[in-house]
């Protein structure tokens, strides 16, 4: 099945922000891109975040990014990046465990690959072989966090987001914040600014409920959609991180909010993609802007102590991506353990009815726990090594049963 296993994107990396939004609104919902995936795949899920689109899939032949969006064919074609069999599972278990994050180290990129693997599980685009895929890296990436240092000081989007705003103002506690959306980056980026003593937090979300859910949280004020803009002219800090496929905020717009402020400072963190403002504010007086990208040079500042565990990380992911590779050697190892099983169900019933009529019936339960345990130490290591046996095409049932027991 690993010979099956593709994985084709786009990443911070490898492509400017201008092409990942671009690229983004031509995709539009994610689910529906599933639907039509599962026409042309025989198992796939979409990893779609700030700084990344992944498409993951098995099929017999590679699929193109430019099938999805030719329009942007020149330009995909430049910025993209295939990867096939192992090299793809190596990779997604690296993004997994936040090696090829913006923040290597960070914790947030894990949710969003559970999430990718639960929508793809929803919409039936997978089947065996990506349960154990993702399951497999979801777990792995947990032990390099839990074994390494690698998310030592835990520096995210959130906390890089935090030192921006102090960059600006001295006291969060203050200043007035307001969060566009109600995803999991805003929520982690206002937590972070909560911890540094900010006070006064509004939410605006096109889903009213989602917005007062975190304001109820974090202690504060939820703001009707249609009146964030009026909101902004008492804000000090935006932050942005909606789905909109449209920029929210543009030059002309916030040209009249400031001169009702009086050009005072406004700190504005774009952490959506597509962008939620335009860069047109850039020229605007008391305007500070970042958006993902404007983020890099803190984020390297921040982290780069952490690139020297970066090739141990990998050896030891290395080591679990051959253990998923050795769990699936083989398309009928589901089909062996039930046969063991089945036939440590024989063996122990057969025992059981040979020696139940020498002892007393207070004694049938004990003996028939008793065989259990044994079955089950029996049959732990044999299912470890199953994979082994199987790859070396040794028929396993004449090595542990017989040629008469087939």
Not at 186 to 194: A, D, S
């Amino acid at each position: 099945m690993i010979n099956n296993l593709y994985l084709i994107g786009l990443n911070h990396k490898t492509a400017p922000l201008d092409l990942r939004e671009s690229y983004l609104k031509h995709i539009g919902d994610i689910s529906e891109t599933l639907e039509k995936l599962k026409l042309l795949t025989q198992e796939c899920s979409i990893l779609s975040t700030c700084n990344r689109f992944e498409i993951i899939y098995t099929n017999h032949t590679p699929l193109k990014l430019i099938d999805l969006a030719p329009e942007h064919a020149e330009l995909i074609e430049a910025h993209h990046y295939q990867l096939h069999g192992l090299s793809a599972a190596q990779h997604l278990f690296e993004v997994t465990a936040s090696l090829d994050s913006l923040v290597i180290g960070e914790t947030e990129i894990l949710g969003q690959v559970r999430k990718a693997y639960e929508l793809a599980e929803t919409k039936g685009t997978v089947d065996r072989f990506f349960h154990s895929l993702f399951q497999n890296a979801i777990r792995a990436a947990k032990k390099i966090h839990s074994e390494t240092k690698l998310g030592q000081g835990h520096v995210s989007v959130g906390s890089v987001a935090v030192d921006l705003c102090r960059q600006v103002y001295s006291h969060l506690d203050k200043e007035n914040i307001l969060l566009l959306g109600s995803g999991d980056i805003g929520r982690v980026v206002l937590e972070n600014l909560k911890s540094a003593g900010a006070r006064h937090i509004s939410i605006s979300s096109r889903t009213l409920k989602n917005a007062q859910t975190l304001a109820s949280d974090l202690g504060g004020n939820t703001i009707a959609w249609e009146d964030w803009i009026t909101q902004l002219v008492a804000t000090d800090i935006l932050i942005t991180s909606t789905s909109s496929p449209e920029t929210l905020l543009d030059e002309s717009l916030l040209n009249d909010i400031q001169k009702k402020r009086q050009h005072k400072p406004l700190l504005i963190v774009d952490l959506a993609v597509p962008r939620n403002v335009g860069q047109d504010v850039d020229d605007l007086r008391g305007v500070y802007r970042y958006d993902m990208d404007g983020l890099s040079d803190i984020i390297d500042n921040n982290t780069s102590n952490r690139h020297s565990l970066i090739d141990d990380c990998r050896m030891k992911l290395s080591i679990e991506v051959q253990n998923l590779i050795d769990q699936n050697s083989s398309p009928d190892i589901g089909l062996v353990y039930k046969q063991l099983d089945n036939r440590i169900d024989e063996l122990k019933s057969d025992e059981f009815e040979k020696i139940k009529h020498q002892l007393p019936t207070e004694y049938h339960s004990l003996i028939q726990e008793s065989l259990r345990r044994f079955g089950n130490k029996i049959l732990h290591p044999l299912k470890k090594n199953a994979p082994q046996v199987l790859e070396s095409k040794e028929d396993l049932h004449k090595i542990f049963f017989g040629e008469d027991q087939k």
